[in-house]
């Protein structure tokens, strides 16, 4: 016990960095990746020598000091989390963990080179530069595994998660953005122009199948290499998100999904009922057609687009009943 309090003691206390400004400044497996390695071996012995000297003796003068040590220790590797994950930011995006950037760098070198556009020097550099970004992107993610694994072990798996929210949720709401996705009221959307907010939804809808294929497929497989071990107790249903972890996400994507279909129904009544209720009989200026049906079958062109969905979103509404004309409309004169 006294010669593991010393050896982690010594390489702990080399790394607070409320003690020294070289470890204040200075990323420790930055620094020296084998330092960092003994410094997660020395946290791993420190925890079971704990173990061992609460089972002795919970108030021993060892046990404080190996309580007091293992506090700064999980604040070193706290600041090692957030600091790798912050400065590998660029190879540890969706597109670039390993899973994706091999499929990525992939070309067909014939259509290529047809086309004139590359040629077999670049197919050498977009291959040098997948296999630099997935060998920085493994070694940044074994440092994360690693970390994670001690401090989860040591009863900080709560400061783990926390840290890699704050980082990450920022990276991924970034993408997001980038995709043309920003958060807007409901008022807000009510006043745009039809034009506008028809883009702006050919825009969102491009950037879920885009967000659902990489963004938060490749986030998962950066969770996976951190959290293996945790992840494998979860049964994989159907899609990414099938983790007991992730039930959250798949409620609220529900609940969006229901209110979304309510929303649609609503509208549809309202259409319908807009309809009957316009009682203009007048004759457009210019025997031209009327402002009434240009906007139905704008309407219905637009809904004809989406008849695959409308079925699933009508399927359980009763039938219409079948309403005779108006016998108004139908006792004018012909040139009425």
């Known amino acids: 016990m006294d010669r593991t309090l010393e050896f982690a003691g010594s390489i702990i206390m080399k790394w607070n960095p409320e003690t020294s400004t070289f470890a204040n400044v200075t990323s420790l497996f930055y620094e020296n990746r084998g330092e960092g390695n003994d410094f997660i071996k020395n946290g791993n012995g420190l925890q079971r020598a704990m173990h061992f000297l609460a089972s002795k003796n919970s108030g021993s003068e060892k046990l404080v000091r190996a309580q007091n040590l293992m506090q700064i220790a999980m604040k070193r590797l706290q600041k090692e989390f957030y600091q790798i994950l912050s400065m590998n930011r660029a190879y540890l995006d969706p597109e670039s963990v390993p899973a994706r950037s091999s499929h990525a760098s992939t070309r067909s070198s014939t259509s290529d080179y047809e086309d004139g556009d590359i040629g077999p020097e670049d197919d050498i550099k977009i291959a040098g530069d997948s296999i630099e970004v997935e060998d920085v992107s493994n070694m940044a993610m074994v440092d994360l595994r ?90 994989e249903i159907e899609s990414i998100f099938s983790f007991e972890s992730t039930f959250d996400i798949r409620s609220q994507a529900l609940t969006s999904l229901v209110k979304l279909c309510e929303s649609v129904r609503t509208s549809l009544i309202e259409f ?65």
């Open 146 to 235: 690693s970390i994670a694994e001690c401090m989860i072990s040591s009863g900080y798996g709560k400061e783990c998660v926390e840290i890699y929210k704050i980082r990450r949720k920022s990276i991924v709401d970034e993408g997001i953005y980038r995709l043309g996705v920003e958060k807007l009221s409901s008022s807000h959307l009510r006043k745009m122009d039809w034009e506008v907010l028809e883009q702006r939804i050919k825009n969102w809808l491009n950037a879920v199948r885009i967000a659902i294929k990489t963004l938060f497929n490749g986030e998962t497989i950066l969770c996976d290499h951190m959290y293996t071990a945790i992840a494998n107790h979860w049964p």
């Open 272 to 336: 319908k009922s807009a309809i009957r209720k316009n009682s203009s009989k007048s004759p457009v200026d210019g025997a031209g057609i009327h402002a009434l049906t240009t906007d139905v079958m704008h309407y219905l062109c637009l809904l004809g687009d989406y008849n695959n969905i409308l079925a699933d979103i009508l399927a359980d509404l009763p039938l219409p009943a079948k309403y005779s004309s108006p016998e108004s409309y139908l006792d004018t004169s012909d040139s009425e």
